[in-house]
């Protein structure tokens, strides 16, 4: 059975960092593209950045880019989220997706993890 489990987040200062961790049990990662999303409270699900299964490919949203970096170590079946001077705005619950599939004409990640919290604060 497919499982992915994030860690990493917490209670950070603006201009602080993180690194956040997504962990796959129960299959081999390297078949698959992973996104990270973020949700914040009262706000819909936003997608923050995308990684292919060999890695070659990346994107970012474009409030993200140059301060968050994706990677992954596929023997160690983890996607890393490398988040630099972060922001009151970044606050959010981050959750990775995998298992990306087309029903009736839309895409949709099958698989998620169970999230972790970043709160950026002074």
């Known amino acids: 059975q497919l499982q992915l489990m994030e860690s990493g987040g917490g209670l950070v200062q603006p201009g602080g960092s993180l690194r956040l961790s997504c962990a796959a049990s129960?299959?081999?990662?390297?078949?698959?593209?992973i996104k990270w999303y973020r949700q914040a409270p009262g706000k819909e699900r936003e997608g923050v950045s995308y990684i292919s299964p060999s890695g070659d490919i990346t994107n970012y949203t474009t409030s993200v880019k140059g301060r968050f970096t994706i990677s992954r170590d596929n023997a160690k079946r983890t996607v890393y989220l490398q988040m630099n001077g972060l922001k009151p705005d970044d606050t959010a619950t981050y959750y990775c997706a995998a298992d990306y599939i087309i029903v009736d004409g839309k895409g949709q990640w099958r698989t998620w993890g169970q999230g972790t919290q970043v709160t950026v604060s002074s």
């Open positions: 129960g299959f081999t990662l390297d078949h698959y593209a």
